[in-house]
């Protein structure tokens, strides 16, 4: 039975990871945690999240025999969380997005430690597509253009998401190109014509979309459009949840989602 702590317990995420978790018959619920003060300290767990009580309070204490800790909070927050499960001993498990290279340095840091999972989308959907783009790109070549459309609901502060530049990052590997240098984040004014080497994004944030991404592949007389859409965010507690299992009692090291789903060749 793997002991799990949630961060940011009262959070949309961290209530779809409680629900995640309470139905997994191998993970047990050991801390749903908030910040001191936070109004939903004392509340149970199992009745924010919308399930039958857990018999678990929100608060602000990490359980000492947790063994995973799962975080989908902020990036700052997450690499000072990176380090004390290193000095804990814990694994980690993190959904964060928007991380820069210094929050992500502190990841593989912690990985030296204990074992960590870091993925932009947990979902088993997504991270076929990063297999997808990668073999199509590698298919179509120099032949059409690459541009990565993505929408979220108004409330995501990062953009592109992190999925969406995750699907960058696989159609330029595959290309052998270096995204740093190729990537258009839109286009406005006299702009030219579109140089074919580039990989474009473009960003919607509205309402209450759970999460949308496409890879479109245009050619000359023909398309290809592999898309991903979110109904829910079930979907990547459930895959954040699969990722601590696996990650229990593995070796120190960074690993994604991919390794988690054995999709890496």
Known sequence: MTRIAILGANGRMGKALIRAVAQQDKARLVTAQV?????FVGIDAGTLAGIDPLGLALGPELD???QVVIDFTAPDNTALVAKACAERGQALVVGTTGLDAQHKAALAEAAKSVPVVFAPNMSVGVNLLLGLVSLA???????VDIEVLEAHHRHKKDAPSGTA???????AQALGRDLAQCAVYGREGITGERDRQTIGFATVR???????HTVLFAGDGERIELTHKAHNRETFATGAVRAALW??????????????LGLKA
Not at 137 to 143: E, N
Request: aromatic share 2%; proline share 7%.
């Open 137 to 143: 790109s590698k298919v179509l070549g120099d032949s």
């Open 165 to 171: 530049l995750a699907l960058g990052e696989a159609a």
């Open 206 to 212: 509205a309402g209450d979309i759970i999460g949308e």
């Open 35 to 39: 910040r001191p003060g936070n109004a």
């Open 64 to 66: 000492p025999d947790t």
């Open 247 to 260: 990650l229990n009692g593995r070796a120190p090291g960074l690993y994604d989602m991919q390794d988690v």
